[in-house]
């Protein structure tokens, strides 16, 4: 598709200005916890580094600062079979840019992809080569930031989201082949795209090769499905699965038991709301203790006003209980089971316990995740966390580009 065949009408991002004061009234308002004894951040979010982040966000942070930064990308607003999408795009600079599509997870935004949309879009530009170019469309998953309200669909989930970025790219956008990438549940719905779609997909390339099935069951909510630590294993071992565990746990069992309760809360507290995300921003990315390293309070906070301000914390959080509630099932018997070429990005910080960078890669291959997927390009890296195109942009951008090498 070319630049001038491009139909759709853009569509700036603005949130209005009585928004934005409702937001700094009700942070004005805020009734804080006691938070006695937490001075080693064991109970959760410290009173006195939240305090601190949200004085800067009515007295320092200044949202049409990022709005003009996001607004320096076209963005676009559609419907696709009901449900409201928004999207913003990049177009390829090179002799033949092939369509991109990234997906981004949770509590992620389409904002975590902008580190890495020019590279992948210019590549001369960030002295890479121009026949690896993309046009890039980067959307907000439905339910999250601006793809919102969804009263007509409380049942989305991964699989549901996969159909409908089919359709986009297809039907709305006219492609007739495509590449996907994405992480987190964004690596979900890309996976789905090569188990459903792969004859219509170059590839794809994903942050985390989990299977598909991994929200069914009648314990998803438990990030160690119920089993026991065995009593033998060594204590380091037995340390990091026990950390792997509390980074994940309450996070996983709230989200699919009861993610509407919570919801109550945070849809009624700004402060509650940005509390519960920055304890998973700060779980999950590697930043050495401290979280500035990765992300500054502008940035944190960019991503916390398009939560708040589309009002987008309960559907964004009900993504997991409906991937449990809607269970996963197969297109076709055929394995692997995600029959596009897939690349995957693995990280240090994300390691098994007892795994380190090095053995990464065997022992992905050796696992039972492994035939999942017609893996084509495994990469891990011994920088990065969870937020991988954010934290690791150009090692992520690399990985992808060799993912695509010789299939366009």
């Known amino acids: ?9 853009p569509y700036p991002i603005h949130i ?64 696709v079979n009901g449900v409201p999408v928004h999207f913003m795009r990049r177009p390829g600079k090179g002799p033949r840019p092939i369509p991109l599509i990234l997906s981004h997870g949770w509590p992620w935004t389409f904002w975590h992809w902008s580190k890495v949309v020019d590279p992948l879009a210019d590549p001369a530009a960030y002295g ?14 439905p339910g999250f930031g601006f793809s919102a309200p969804l009263p007509r669909h409380p049942d989305m989930n991964f699989w549901k989201i996969a159909d409908l970025w089919h359709e986009l ?27 459903k779609y792969s004859g219509e997909l170059y590839g794809i390339h994903i942050g985390s090769a989990l299977k598909l099935s991994f929200f069914t069951g009648e314990r998803a909510w438990d990030y160690a499905a119920g089993r026991p630590i065995p009593d033998d294993l060594p204590v380091p071992i037995r340390s990091a699965i ?26 009624d507290s700004p402060v509650g709301m940005l509390a519960w995300i920055l304890k998973r921003w700060a779980s999950w990315s590697h930043h050495d203790g401290n979280l500035e390293q990765v992300f500054s309070k502008d940035d944190l906070l960019t991503h916390a006003t398009i939560f708040w301000t589309n009002n987008t914390i309960e559907t964004s959080m009900r993504m997991y209980a409906n991937a449990n509630r809607y269970p996963w099932t197969p297109s076709h018997d055929r394995w692997p089971v995600v029959e596009a070429p897939t690349g995957i990005t693995f ?20 696992s039972d995740r492994a035939p999942w997927y017609n893996h084509v390009n495994v990469a891990a890296h011994e920088a990065g966390g969870h937020f991988i195109p954010w934290e690791i942009p150009d090692a992520w951008v690399s990985d992808l580009r060799r993912t695509f090498r010789g299939r366009r």
């Open 128 to 141: 890479g080569d121009p026949a690896d170019a993309f046009d890039v469309i980067v959307p907000s998953l």
């Open 347 to 366: 990280v240090g910080y994300e390691n098994p316990p007892g795994i380190s960078t090095e053995q990464r890669v065997p022992h992905f291959l050796a």
């Open 242 to 267: 026990l950390q792997l565990d509390r980074r994940f746990a309450s996070h996983l069992a709230v989200h699919v038991l009861d993610p509407g309760t919570l919801a109550y809360g945070l849809s």
């Open 169 to 195: 790219m297809t039907d709305v956008l006219g492609y007739e082949k495509y590449a996907a990438a994405g992480c987190d549940v964004g690596a979900l719905v890309t996976g789905q795209l090569g188990h």
């Open 16 to 79: 209005p200005e009585e928004t934005l004061a409702d937001l700094a009234r009700r942070l004005q308002a805020t009734r804080w916890p006691i938070d006695a004894g937490n001075e080693d951040g064991y109970y959760g979010v410290r009173r006195d580094d939240l305090e601190k982040l949200v004085d800067y966000w009515i007295h320092g942070f200044d949202w049409r600062k990022s709005e003009r930064a996001i607004n320096a990308y076209e963005h676009y607003r559609v419907e």
């Open 1 to 9: 598709m070319s630049e001038a065949s491009f139909a759709l009408t």
